[in-house]
């Protein structure tokens, strides 16, 4: 079956940098846009990066100039390189891929139908 398996998360100072990756198996990687997302406690999940299979990439506002959204198609991997983290970022971060093949790079949660587990990214101060 289709997985999506996170890693990378963990506890940093504001002002640091983490980068999260995220292994796809069990169907086609290159031909699918990626995303990340992340949920706070309390809040809706909401949209964080994607990269499509062009290679295209777009950034919510909140990390625009401070995420990075990457993937390395022979490993079946997408990456989110974060700086300048902030106690805001703390948050369970999710990759997630579209249902089907097609050229698009969505921003919105229903528009996905594969997600992985989460992995926790928790900032202090």
């Known amino acids: 079956q289709v997985q999506l398996v996170e890693s990378g998360g963990g506890l940093v100072q504001a002002g640091g940098a983490l980068r999260l990756s995220c292994v796809v198996s069990?169907?086609?990687?290159?031909?699918?846009?990626m995303a990340w997302f992340r949920q706070a406690p309390g809040q809706e999940r909401t949209f964080v990066a994607v990269?499509?299979?062009?290679?295209?990439?777009k950034v919510a506002d909140s990390v625009k100039g401070r995420f990075t959204i990457s993937r390395e198609n022979g490993k079946n991997t997408v990456y989110l390189e974060m700086n300048s983290l902030k106690t805001e970022d703390t948050a369970v971060y999710y990759c997630a891929s579209p249902p089907n093949i097609a050229a698009s790079a969505p921003t919105t949660r229903a528009e996905y139908a594969y997600w992985g587990q989460g992995t926790q990214v928790t900032v202090s101060s």
């Open positions: 990269i499509g299979s062009d290679g295209r990439t």
């Open positions: 069990g169907r086609a990687f290159d031909v699918y846009a």
